[in-house]
Structures are given as structure tokens and as C-alpha cells.
């Protein structure tokens, strides 16, 4: 027979499980974004009283903002064109998350205004086309996708307008194993991006999934060489993408 005091202990109890598990998945949720946030690496660029050469960077983003102070909060300027060189001047002291990239905001002068931009916005990586060096190409983060992947964009870009673009989705790419293949050696008769290095033993051109060529103005990403056409390839020379696809 169930007495009222059994009952009180039993919803007692209850109570204590009930609060014992949303402290656990408290804990679980804070150590996920912890865990997320330490994975989230900065993007960050030499100014130049540290370097004037690596100071001279390009613009990833279209129409970015120039702003009066180091904010998104702050007064917008005027807006600058992807592709456009700037000199990164100073960067402020603390790096702001924007759609799942941490950067800190950079100084520079254009023309008579000077002014702050997000450093999510400059190229890390910047080529210039080896069959057309009017146009270029530029390389960084593009946050996350909506299942929660890293994601990494190039763009080709000319006089100031962007052509084409592409994502790639990795945990692993970065700026320093982007390369595009310089003209003495390129017998494609198109533009090649490497998105990793070719001589390492995890990136078998043999087993690649991958391949991006810029053709009649398109960044192509295959895993066939159809899109390559009439262009002779050799095995060395293979623009290959170990893990990355295409969204």
C-alpha cells in the first residue's frame, strides 16, 4: 500500500535525478562550445611595423565596409571592392566572431580616409592567374555550413568585380597549402589550384577525389578530369583536393 510519504520520496527522488541530469547536459553543452571555440583558430595578418611586405593584403569579401573605429557597431565609411590592395596599418586588441570566423579589425588608409576593416573579409591566401594576370585569386574562411562544417572559399576576381567562386568544406585546409602552379610548369592551358601539397604521402593524386581548374571562367571542382577537357595532364601536376567537396 502506497502512503504519502512514499509518494513524497519518490517525487523527492524524481526531483534530485530530474536536476542531476540538465546539470550533466549543462556541463556537456558548455564543454561542446568550449571545445568549438578552441577549435576556432584566428585569422589573423602582419601589420606593417611588423612586416611592410606581408602588411599588403587583398580584399576577400564584395563591398567591404570601411568603418571610423574597430566595430561592426561602428560608423561605415565607405565600402571597398574585392580584390582591392590595401596595407594593414594597426589591429585591435580584441578578435570578434562573425559567422563562425575570429579576426580582429585592421587599420588602413584609402586615399584620404582612414578608416578599420574585419580581418574575416582579407584574403589569406592571394595568386595571380598564370594564363591571365589581370585576374586573381583569393583564398580564406568562409565560416560554417548549416550542418556545422568548416568551410574555405576562392574567388577569381578582375578589375574590381568577382567572376566565380567556390566552397570547400575541411577541418584541415589552410592558407599554407594553397598554391596555384606557376606557368613554367603548367602545360594545362588553364589555371591549376593546388588545395594541398602534392609530395605528401596523405595526398596520393592516385586516390584524390578532387580536382579544381578556373576554365572559360568557371572554378571547377571534379572527381573526374572530364571538366578538364582537351587539357594533357600528368600525374605530378594534378590540382588535387584530398578531403574537400563542393556545396
Known amino acids: 500500500m502506497r502512503t504519502l510519504k512514499n509518494t513524497q520520496n519518490e517525487n523527492k527522488t524524481q526531483t534530485r535525478a530530474s536536476k542531476l541530469f540538465q546539470a550533466v547536459m549543462i556541463l556537456a553543452m558548455l564543454f561542446f562550445a568550449s571545445d568549438i571555440y578552441a577549435q576556432n583558430k584566428e585569422v589573423e595578418f602582419d601589420v606593417y611595423t611588423n612586416s611592410a611586405?606581408?602588411?599588403?593584403?587583398?580584399?576577400?569579401?564584395?563591398?567591404?565596409?570601411l568603418r571610423d573605429c574597430a566595430s561592426v557597431q561602428c560608423e561605415k565609411l565607405t565600402t571597398l571592392k574585392i580584390g582591392t590592395n590595401v596595407r594593414l596599418l594597426a589591429k585591435s586588441e580584441i578578435a570578434q566572431t562573425i559567422n563562425g570566423i575570429?579576426?580582429?579589425f585592421y587599420k588602413i588608409k584609402m586615399?584620404?580616409?582612414v578608416g578599420?576593416?574585419?580581418?574575416?573579409?582579407?584574403?589569406?591566401?592571394t595568386m595571380v592567374s598564370q594564363?591571365?594576370?589581370?585576374?586573381?585569386?583569393?583564398f580564406g574562411e568562409a565560416g560554417v555550413d548549416y550542418k556545422g562544417y568548416k568551410r574555405f572559399q576562392i574567388r577569381a576576381v578582375k578589375n574590381g568585380q568577382e567572376i566565380d567562386k567556390i566552397y570547400v568544406k575541411s577541418?584541415?585546409?589552410n592558407h599554407d597549402l594553397v598554391?596555384?602552379?606557376?606557368?613554367?610548369?603548367?602545360?594545362?592551358?588553364?589555371?591549376?589550384?593546388t588545395l594541398c601539397n602534392p609530395d605528401s604521402e596523405s595526398c596520393d593524386v592516385t586516390s584524390s577525389n578532387s580536382y579544381i581548374v578556373f576554365k572559360n571562367d568557371k572554378l571547377m571542382q571534379?572527381?573526374?578530369?572530364?571538366?578538364?577537357?582537351?587539357i594533357e595532364l600528368q600525374q605530378e601536376n594534378y590540382a588535387v583536393s584530398c578531403e574537400f567537396e563542393n556545396k
Open 116 to 125: 578599420w576593416i574585419w580581418g574575416g573579409l582579407i584574403s589569406q591566401k
Open 102 to 104: 575570429t579576426s580582429r
Open 179 to 193: 598554391s596555384i602552379i606557376n606557368k613554367q610548369d603548367n602545360k594545362y592551358g588553364t589555371d591549376v589550384i
Open 111 to 113: 586615399g584620404p580616409q
Open 171 to 173: 577541418e584541415s585546409l
Open 53 to 65: 611586405a606581408k602588411a599588403s593584403q587583398y580584399l576577400l569579401g564584395n563591398d567591404v565596409a
Open 222 to 230: 571534379t572527381t573526374t578530369l572530364v571538366a578538364l577537357q582537351k
Open 131 to 138: 594564363m591571365n594576370p589581370e585576374i586573381k585569386f583569393v
